[in-house]
Antibody, heavy 121, light 107 residues
Framework: EVQLSESGGALVQPGGSLRLSCVAS????????MTWVRQAPGKGLEWVSD????????YYADSVKGRFTISRDNSKNTLHLQMNSLRAEDTAVYYC??????????????WGQGTLVTVSS | EIVMTQSPATLSVSPGEGATLSCRTS??????LAWYQQRPGQAPRLLIS???VRADGLPARFSGSGSGTEFALTISSLQSEDFAVYFC?????????FGQGTKLEIK
């Protein structure tokens, strides 16, 4: 059974930093492209960032480019999202998502339960 | 970016009846469209990929159709667990974009 377990969400002040992690199990992590998707309270879904299975291809939404960094450690089956210069509009539940296949531009096959990031003073 | 427009925003249907949810894209996405269901307090889950392919274990009462810019998700004989919010998403190009969602509620 595929499991994606996010952690690292917290209350942080504007301008602060946070690192989210996602531990994966139940599939060959090193063969899967991974994604972060966020959902502001009561709102819709917004794609944040993509990383290919090897980590060689990375993409960001314009809203987070230059502030967020996605990375992965295939030896530890772990996905990360380093978030810097956080803004109030980054407040959301962040979902770790497994894509179908090893390259990007595929559907989002499995979702974690999410971790809440709140940016507020 | 590709704009996704779902309609209606809210659909009120009685259990046992059918429902059709629509999704329109601002430019062609071929068949690179997925549907997700999100129940209250839960993460989204994949229902349909490639416009019409059901996810593993999904009941046959769910079906997807369409290509290009017009898509539909049809649910026949609604069960209590089907009342939720449904999102469409394109994965034709970056940035991936989602529709704003259709809330399927009990009439």
């Amino acid at each position: 059974e595929v499991q994606l377990s996010e952690s690292g969400g917290a209350l942080v002040q504007p301008g602060g930093s946070l690192r989210l992690s996602c531990v994966a199990s139940g599939f060959t992590f090193g063969n899967s492209a991974m994604t972060w998707v966020r959902q502001a309270p009561g709102k819709g879904l917004e794609w944040v960032s993509d990383i290919s299975a090897t980590g060689n291809s990375i993409y960001y939404a314009d809203s987070v480019k230059g502030r967020f960094t996605i990375s992965r450690d295939n030896s530890k089956n772990t996905l990360h999202l380093q978030m810097n210069s956080l803004r109030a509009e980054d407040t959301a539940v962040y979902y770790c998502v497994k894509q179908f296949g090893g390259v990007s531009l595929q559907h989002f096959e499995h979702w974690g339960q999410g971790t809440l990031v709140t940016v507020s003073s | 970016e590709i704009v996704m427009t779902q309609s209606p925003a809210t659909l009120s249907v009685s259990p046992g009846e059918g429902a059709t949810l629509s999704c329109r894209t601002s430019q062609s996405v071929g068949s690179n469209l997925a549907w997700y269901q999100q129940r209250p307090g839960q993460a989204p889950r994949l229902l349909i990929s490639t416009a019409s392919v059901r996810a593993d274990g999904l009941p046959a009462r769910f079906s997807g159709s369409g290509s290009g810019t017009e898509f539909a998700l049809t649910i026949s004989s609604l069960q209590s667990e089907d009342f939720a919010v449904y999102f469409c998403q394109q994965y034709q190009e970056w940035p991936y974009t989602f529709g704003q969602g259709t809330k399927l509620e009990i009439k």
